[in-house]
């Protein structure tokens, strides 16, 4: 259980254009979903808490504007990379919270989608 | 949330227990130590996690210090698929839930034939 997918898993894309990659939990319900960002060697970057139905809260530094962040339902968030350029070039993983059980609140993250622009 | 300290690599031979340390020296009563790893290319996996008492999973075993101060995870029999990057990850409550997993740059454990 606690299974969740990215798509796509790889992308190229031309400067300028936008990338729209999906989260998906698959086996259960998920109110948060986060997402962030690797470059390469680094560790990961948060870039946004995203509650389903309401606005995500993005992270400092990150803009808005251009990671457009969707959460349209308890399965399901978008992050969309707006006028893509070769610096946004990185691996964005996405990770959802199913409710709280007691003590225990674990985030569990998709496979990854490596984005590069060219 | 509390600041960890991990050594930035280690190497560990295949079959044997693989010991990860984690000093958490400014944690604080509300806090878990959570431990996560990611493999080369892929998101990060969820571990073990412990208040005070040591832990135990299918997956590994959580030692907690007995002043909360470090812990130690033990993968018993390590093999070649457990080399990752591990993160040990202080957590706090604050008000209706945790915060945020905030990733440090985890220990490199490589495990070689």
């Known amino acids: 259980g606690a299974v969740v997918s990215q798509h796509p898993s790889w992308v190229i894309c031309k400067s300028g254009t936008s990338v729209k990659i999906e989260c998906r939990s698959l086996d259960f319900q998920a109110t948060t979903m986060f997402w962030y960002r690797q470059f390469p060697k680094q560790s990961l970057m948060l870039m946004a808490t995203?509650?389903?139905?309401?606005?995500?809260?993005?992270e400092q530094g990150v803009e808005k504007d251009k990671f457009l962040i969707n959460h349209a339902s308890l399965t399901l968030s978008t992050l969309t990379v707006t006028s893509a350029h070769p610096e946004d070039s990185s691996f964005y993983i996405c990770s959802a919270r199913p409710p709280r059980q007691g003590g225990k609140d674990t985030q569990y993250f998709g496979p990854g989608t490596r984005l590069t622009v060219l | 949330d509390a600041k960890t300290t991990q050594p930035p690599s280690m190497d560990c031979a295949e079959g044997r227990a693989a010991n990860l340390p984690c000093n958490h020296s400014?944690?604080?009563?509300?806090?878990?130590v959570y431990w996560y790893r990611q493999i080369h290319s892929q998101g990060p996996q969820y571990i073990i996690h412990g208040l005070k008492n040591n832990e135990t999973n299918e997956m590994a075993s959580l030692i907690i210090t007995e002043d909360r101060k470090s812990s130690t995870l033990i993968l018993p029999h390590a093999t070649l698929r457990d080399t990752a990057v591990y993160y040990c990850i202080v957590r706090g409550l604050l008000g209706s839930g945790y915060s945020t997993l905030t990733f440090g740059k985890g220990t490199m454990l490589l495990v070689s034939p």
């Open positions: 400014t944690i604080s009563g509300n806090e878990y």
């Open positions: 995203s509650n389903e139905g309401s606005k995500a809260t993005y």
